[in-house]
């Protein structure tokens, strides 16, 4: 999968955020997942713009660091840094060759990472250069596309997004096609989503242990703003999945 998806989005990415799926499922989901940051340091992998990098540290993070593939999306980045400087630093780097870091973090994130490896042998490498990364006992959180999703279930385009098979499938997983239903252009991403067995066997061949999936959820805020009846679908078929696990 080419980063030159990425590449043609740019700052636009920074409009998924905005949509009900994410506004009100993933960012609330991802943020209570990992908890409380205060004092502590996180590498942000496939960081794209920076949001959670740049959320983290408003949330108390002590050094925050936003690698990600995409020249586009790390100029962006470092572009709304300067606009608002938070003291976050981003570097291009492919989590597959990732350098050698001066140190080790506290804490690592994967939103939309793991699940553009093209094989399994490509997914442990990245699974064990993050652990590498990661001071003993630190924790690594991921966000994918939820491994059994149904694309036969109800449609998402009310949340936002709409999410179908690309018809194709590689070692790890089907190929799938996203796309956010933004205004006034939609963007469409191709990914896969990895089979449940090929994280976790990747994940424990790296040195990772404590394993532990979390479904999304839906905030209250969430509920406020569209009513319980509204969500019933997102709740009966989530297209995203999170999980934690520990070095």
């Not at 009900?20 to 996180?42: A, H, Q, T």
């Not at 606009?83 to 939309?112: H, K, M, N, S």
Request: contains cysteine.
């Amino acid at each position: 999968m080419s980063v030159q998806q990425y590449d043609e989005i740019g700052e636009a990415f920074e409009g998924f955020k905005s949509l009900p799926l994410m506004r009100y499922g993933e960012v609330p989901s991802f943020l209570g997942m990992v908890g409380d940051v205060s004092g502590k340091s996180v590498l942000d992998l496939a960081c794209g713009t920076g949001f959670y990098s740049r959320e983290f540290k408003r949330r108390g993070a002590t050094d925050v660091f936003g690698v990600d593939i995409s020249v586009e999306m790390i100029a962006a980045a470092r572009e709304i840094e300067q606009r608002d400087p938070l003291g976050v630093d981003y570097e291009v780097g492919d989590v597959i060759e990732l350098r050698p870091l001066d140190r080790r973090f506290d804490i690592a994130l994967g939103v939309q990472c793991l699940n553009y490896a093209e094989d399994i042998a490509a997914m442990e490498r990245m699974c064990r250069n993050i652990h590498q990364s990661l001071v003993p006992g630190g924790e690594f959180f991921v966000l994918a596309q939820k491994p059994d999703y149904q694309f036969d279930c109800a449609s998402l385009d009310r949340y936002g997004f709409r999410c179908e098979p690309a018809g194709e499938e590689i070692e790890t997983g089907p190929r799938v096609r996203v796309t956010a239903l933004l205004d006034p252009q939609p963007i469409t991403i191709v990914s896969s989503a990895p089979r449940r067995e090929v994280y976790e066997k990747c994940l424990r061949a790296a040195g990772f242990s404590a394993v532990e999936w979390v479904p999304l959820q839906v905030s209250e805020a969430g509920i406020r703003e569209y009513g319980e009846d509204f969500w019933a679908d997102l709740r009966t078929s989530p297209p995203l999945e999170m999980l934690r696990c520990r070095a």
